[in-house]
């Protein structure tokens, strides 16, 4: 009975298998170092540690990769997700391979690596966020959409009003597009506005953040964003701050409301104020000292809080500057890590901070990695402006 179980599934995947190539039969998927295209974005993915590759592989392909992108984002199951489920189990094969949220994720990865690139494809993801085949597919199609930046414009009215929709989640997803879109601000500022207000956290919290992508064109959603700063949601409270910073402007209301969020009970609203004072050049002197003394004697955590909120600060300061060099010989590896970061935004050239930042290129925590080649790859880069400036 088992074995009449796997043949018939085995045969209903064969019948799929079999739509799918009829339904893109003639289309030719690009080749990277003679695999597919296909290949690189699934194991970039399934985290196979081919992200590198994967990016080189949409870039060789350009253009040419976006049908395929599509046909990846509009993926949806062609079977309910329980029989799917039941015939993973019953064929021992990978979910990957039926399950079609994976190839919209493929897709959405494709769209970020080709960015505005792929502004041709703008009419067909428009058609296939507004087709709303599945939850995911919708999904991969606004983030496509906002990867492709401010040229997606075209979106922009079908997002307004979408942000009052019914349903919460596309209220969020809405939101969050129209910040990343970045494009006309005198219609999607006041949108983004009344968001803040939104009954559902995460509509609120995105409409920060889209608020801060605005950055000086949102300086008319400064009063709304300093309500927000006491808003009962911790990560509103965060992207708030976070998007003050970006915007820059009317310091002397601004900074007085983000000095007192330095108490703020959320550590990650700490962090988010003490890094937009930073914008400022603003955090406060009696701050500082304080911050230093928690990075020399206060407890792992509070040493790593102290180092990271040392990161928004802007001007030079030789107390910072010690107190950070001496951190680097810390027993804990993130105080280290993040004080490396702090101290190469203070002295870009500090030799102290990039050796402890090549040391981390080779740590187990694939995060620190990242973090730390990140960092190393900005030294480089405003290096070389540097040099450029000189000549």
Not at 2 to 10: C, T
Not at 73 to 79: G, S
Not at 174 to 189: D, F, N, Y
Not at 308 to 319: C, P, S
């Amino acid at each position: 009975m088992k074995r009449l179980a796997q043949i018939l599934a085995a045969c209903v995947l064969c019948l799929i298998g079999i739509s799918l190539i009829l339904e893109h039969f003639g289309d030719r998927e690009p080749l990277y170092l003679g695999r597919p295209l296909t290949s690189w974005l699934a194991a970039a993915v399934l985290n196979d540690g081919n992200e590198r590759s994967a990016r080189e592989a949409v870039a060789a392909a350009g253009t040419n990769a976006i049908p395929l992108l599509l046909r990846l984002v509009r993926a949806h199951d062609r079977l309910p997700r329980k029989v799917l489920i039941a015939i993973e189990r019953g064929l021992r094969i990978s979910h990957s391979d039926i399950d079609a949220s994976i190839q919209n994720t493929e897709g959405e990865f494709g769209f970020g690596c080709l960015g505005f690139r792929a502004s041709n494809a703008v009419p067909a993801l428009i058609r296939t966020y507004q087709e709303n085949l599945s939850s995911s597919s919708r999904e991969a199609a606004a983030v496509a959409l906002a990867d492709i930046g401010p040229t997606a414009s075209a979106a922009v009215p079908m997002l307004i009003d979408d942000s009052k929709n019914a349903d919460a989640r596309v209220r969020d997803l809405a939101a969050w597009t129209l910040g990343k879109i970045r494009s006309e601000p005198e219609k999607v500022v006041p949108v983004l506005i009344r968001c803040l207000r939104d009954g559902y956290a995460r509509v609120r919290s995105s409409a920060a953040s889209g608020l801060g992508c605005f950055r000086a064109e949102a300086e008319t959603a400064i009063p709304a964003l300093l309500e927000s700063l006491n808003d009962r949601d911790p990560y509103t409270r965060r992207q708030s701050a976070v998007a003050l910073g970006q915007i820059g402007r009317e310091a002397d209301l601004v900074v007085p409301a983000l000095i007192r969020r330095l108490s703020d009970s959320d550590d990650g609203v700490r962090l988010s104020t003490a890094e937009a004072l930073g914008q400022f050049g603003a955090l406060p002197n009696e701050v500082q000292a304080r911050l230093l003394q928690q990075l020399a004697r206060g407890t792992p955590e509070e040493r790593r809080e102290a180092a990271l909120m040392l990161r928004g600060v802007h001007a030079t300061n030789e107390d910072i500057v010690g107190g950070l060099t001496h951190a680097l010989q810390d027993s804990d590896k993130l105080v280290r890590l993040y004080s490396a970061l702090a101290l190469c935004r203070l002295e870009p050239q500090s030799g102290p901070a990039k050796i402890t930042l090549l040391g981390f290129l080779k740590d187990e925590d694939a995060d620190v990695r990242g973090e730390a080649a990140s960092a190393l790859k900005q030294l480089e880069e405003g290096a070389t402006i540097r040099g450029a400036e000189k000549r």
